[in-house]
């Protein structure tokens, strides 16, 4: 009401009375009245600014930068955690780079992201759906694309009807690849409901599987009261078992195709979708004979519920390989000055 009336001429404000809620009686009508502004033009031209684009897969927020130019990101760790403030920047769970390709590689580009803590993961499942449909919103209008990641080629594919499906390659179940320490209890020095006493006394059996990225799978018969999630979460996150620490996934068993989970995420904390997370736990259920492997009601997998949607999983038996069907969404663009 204030910056309204400041902006008319006195006279033409009276009417308004009669409109105004008695709660803003306080409102002083008079032409001493101003709103304090803090930021002048000068001090926009002196701060570094950077465009960026939001997306989201299934709650999972991400600052997507067209840095296809560039073999490097153009933010530092520090700025892209500062960009994903929610009180005071963008916010996101995330900052992704779009990158050129290694020169002389067949990638058709490059993925970098930085965690809103400013720590760097190896990959990200929603990320990447994100950075495809970024990909393609920039024109680069393809089928797939082939893409060079810290956790190697991952490639996805646009789907006629919007969502994109993610060969997220082969699952990594060797315990110490992944990297876990716990004794492994299982084929191929694997780790499946191995015992983990963590730092506040809990035991919990732990499933560990990598997409590239470290996941502790943990399987309960009821996430709403098996669980102290904000304290079991960082507890097992920085166990000292996983050296690299750890996504971690609470998992609960719906039906023999539904599976449901909470992620606490290694870096960015609570978040509404994890997609290695979803393909980790599918892995981590069907080894432990919670779930037969199959293609689903759907024809696409398992379906695993997160906190943001659903997403769908399949490990396929002819090349070992995990695929995830999810939506990757443009939410709005802008330019942001750099705190």
């Known amino acids: 009401v204030c910056c309204f009336i400041e902006r008319m001429k006195i006279s033409q404000c009276i009417p308004l009375l009669g409109v105004i809620p008695a709660t803003f009686a306080w409102v002083h009508l008079t032409p001493s009245f101003r709103m304090p502004l803090k930021t002048s033009k000068s001090q926009l031209s002196e701060s570094k600014r950077v465009s960026f684009s939001k997306y989201e897969g299934l709650g999972n927020d991400f600052i997507l930068v067209d840095d296809r130019d560039k073999t490097e990101p153009s933010l530092t760790p520090e700025e892209s955690s500062n960009l994903c403030n929610r009180n ?174 909470k992620v606490w995420e290694r870096g960015a904390g609570p978040t509404l979708a994890c997609g290695t997370g979803a393909c980790a736990l599918t892995v981590a259920a069907i080894r432990a004979g919670k779930i037969p492997r199959s293609k689903g009601e759907e024809g696409l997998g398992t379906r695993v519920t997160l906190p943001g949607g659903d997403l769908f999983i399949e490990w396929r038996e002819e090349d070992n390989k995990i695929y995830m069907t999810g939506p990757g969404t443009f939410s709005f663009q802008g330019s942001a000055a750099l705190k």
């Open 88 to 261: 005071f920047q963008v916010g996101g769970d995330g900052v992704i780079f779009a990158l050129a390709p290694p020169e002389g590689s067949d990638y058709d580009f490059k993925m970098r992201i930085y965690n809103s803590d400013g720590s760097e993961p190896e990959m990200c499942g929603n990320g990447i759906r994100c950075l495809a449909q970024f990909l393609k919103d920039l024109g680069e209008d393809a089928q797939s694309y082939r893409i060079d990641t810290l956790a190697g080629p991952i490639i996805p594919v646009m789907n006629p009807d919007g969502t994109i499906t993610v060969d997220m390659g082969p699952p990594e179940l060797i315990g110490s690849k992944v990297p876990c320490t716990l004794d492994s209890n299982f084929d191929g020095d694997s780790i499946v409901e191995q015992t983990l006493t963590d730092k506040n006394g809990k035991e919990w059996k732990v499933s560990a599987v990598s997409m590239g990225n470290p996941h502790a799978i943990i399987f309960v018969d009821d996430l709403e009261n098996d669980i102290d999630f904000e304290i079991d979460g960082p507890a097992l996150e920085a166990d000292s078992s996983f050296p690299a620490k750890t996504n971690v996934e609470f998992v609960q068993v719906m039906s023999p195709t539904h599976l449901k989970m």
